[in-house]
């Protein structure tokens, strides 16, 4: 299959799931870099409240804060 033929399946909306190697599939901008970040015990005892009533993570909940800042 060309390059041509791949993007008009795609283009047309049809399953190209077959032609692709997800197990080396990545996101760009999407690695992880790790933060460390101090605060205070009322603030970590408010996002764990917050995070159980989510249903999430402290992490993911701090995550998604962050993002919806950013984006």
Known sequence: MTTEQFDEMFDN??????YVDWSKARR??????????????WMVRDLD??????GVTRQSLIKMWI???LG
Do not use: H, M, W
């Open 49 to 54: 409240k917050e995070a159980g009533r989510l």
């Open 28 to 41: 760009p901008n999407q690695e992880a870099r790790r933060v460390n970040v101090d605060f205070p015990a």
């Open 67 to 69: 993002a919806e800042k």
């Open 13 to 18: 909306g049809e399953d190209v799931s077959a």
